[in-house]
């Protein structure tokens, strides 16, 4: 049985590649060419003929138009081939090449080349059709694609568009964030609020749990993509046991390294740790849909790369810490995932690693903060991104996080600019965060619905 994270596995994978819509458009051309041949057979010519706009021309110059659509056809597709490979070549040189599978999922560069190919074949399938002996003219047939053709030349305008758009930087963060934002709601659903406020307590395990357990192994090696929880808490259950998780969404596995630790040991046998395995979805990537960190590296890539020497490119870079600024005050209102999960009955029987908002803030800052101590506009959006997260941190867990940060943007700034007045500036910015510290954060029930 396919889990539900090995589907989204799955569909991230083909809706990464540029086979997939092509091939749906190739189908829907064939279709569409049996559909106009069986109403050109149907309807006789006299009726056909007297519509506007269709074509009303012989069998040979019906040859002739769509074996020039045809042949037009390929060599769009060989033009839009080649300019695609170039947008990625560039791509993958100024922001990093594990921001291409973002150039790659992009939907409408699928659809325009699986509409060329389309039209291609759409063509050949009616020229086949056109039987000049017989006097056979698919007026119809013929007239659409002519339509196609003129289609054509629109989408290709719209590609190279497109394609010069999809290149700037401003819209592969917009396109990052969109997704970053996409995963915190994902792994984040539940709104923080009074009840929720304290962390999640560590569950009463067993007192044998270290002499009564053993480890599952790992059967393969890659990053871990996503975890199947419901099926690891149906395994549970079913064997009675509890399983104590190894690794969390993009860590990387060694074949033959414990997956977790499963009580009581006497319940662990080859067909369990076969499919406490499928339970984990391992690939030979990080994927963004269950891995929380890595949708944050993506953005801070893209700013790391702005702010390397050959570049030197801060105004990018200041759009990355905005958008990382926005995405943490999005998860300062939100509560982590639960790492204890339990069956029907309310038994603990999965323990998983947890995301913290810690570990999401040191994703977002720590590499940043590193490599622009020496950059005044950085040092101190830096400062301004996390008075906008203070203004949600309602823990003290996350205001201390967010303190941390602060505290060590200030050292470096002290360590490394050489004005006196940025030093003022970064010192100024400083003291207030420290004053919205100390103010109650804003709860989701606070703000007013549009």
């Known amino acids: 049985m396919l889990h539900r994270s090995r589907l989204q596995a799955f569909w991230y994978k083909v809706d990464s590649s540029f086979w997939f819509r092509p091939t749906l458009m190739v189908l829907a051309a064939i279709a569409l060419a049996v559909t106009t041949l069986a109403l050109d057979d149907f309807l006789e010519d006299k009726i056909l003929t007297r519509i506007p706009l269709i074509y009303g021309g012989g069998a040979e110059a019906a040859q002739t138009i769509l074996s020039t659509i045809g042949s037009s056809m390929v060599n769009v597709v060989s033009v839009t081939f080649s300019i695609t490979i170039v947008a990625l070549s560039l791509a993958s040189t100024q922001f990093g090449p594990r921001l291409l599978n973002n150039f790659m999922r992009d939907e409408s560069n699928q659809y325009v080349l699986g509409f060329f190919v389309a039209t291609f074949i759409y063509c050949l399938l009616i020229i086949r059709a056109i039987r000049v002996d017989e006097v056979f003219i698919p007026h119809l047939s013929v007239s659409v694609g002519i339509i196609l053709a003129i289609t054509a030349f629109f989408v290709l305008i719209y590609f190279i568009h497109h394609i010069a758009s999809s290149i700037k930087a401003e819209t592969l963060v917009h396109i990052v964030d969109k997704e970053l934002v996409k995963t915190i709601e994902q792994l984040c659903p539940e709104p923080m609020d009074a009840s929720t406020e304290e962390p999640e307590p560590v569950p009463d395990m067993p007192e044998d749990f270290e002499e009564n357990s053993a480890v599952a192994p790992a059967l393969e090696h890659g990053y871990l993509q996503a975890l199947e929880i419901d099926g690891l808490v149906r395994l549970a259950k079913e064997k009675d046991l509890i399983f104590v998780l190894a690794y969390k969404p993009g860590e990387y596995i060694v074949q033959g390294t414990p997956l977790l630790r499963a009580w009581p040991r006497t319940s662990l046998n080859h067909d369990v740790v076969k499919n406490v395995n499928d339970q984990f979805v391992i690939g030979s990537m990080r994927t963004p849909f269950q891995d929380l960190e890595y949708a944050i590296h993506q953005l801070v890539e893209i700013a790391l790369r702005a702010l390397s020497p050959g570049i030197n490119d801060t105004f990018t870079a200041l ?69 906008a997260v203070a203004v949600f941190a309602r823990t003290s867990e996350r205001k201390e996080s967010v303190r941390r940060h602060a505290d060590m943007i200030l050292r470096a700034a002290e360590r490394n600019l050489p004005e006196d007045d940025d030093r003022a500036d970064v010192r100024r910015r400083y003291d207030e965060l420290l004053q919205m510290l100390k103010r109650p954060g804003i709860k989701q029930s606070d703000s007013v619905d549009a």
């Open 319 to 387: 759009g990355c810490i905005d958008r990382l600024g926005s995405a943490l005050a999005l998860l300062a209102r939100r509560r982590m995932p639960h790492i204890a999960h339990r069956d029907d009955s309310g038994r603990l029987r999965v323990i998983t690693h947890a995301n913290t908002f810690a570990g999401a803030m040191n994703a977002a800052f720590n590499a940043i903060r590193q490599n622009s101590a020496h950059n005044a506009a950085v040092t101190i959006r830096m400062l301004e991104v996390l008075q």
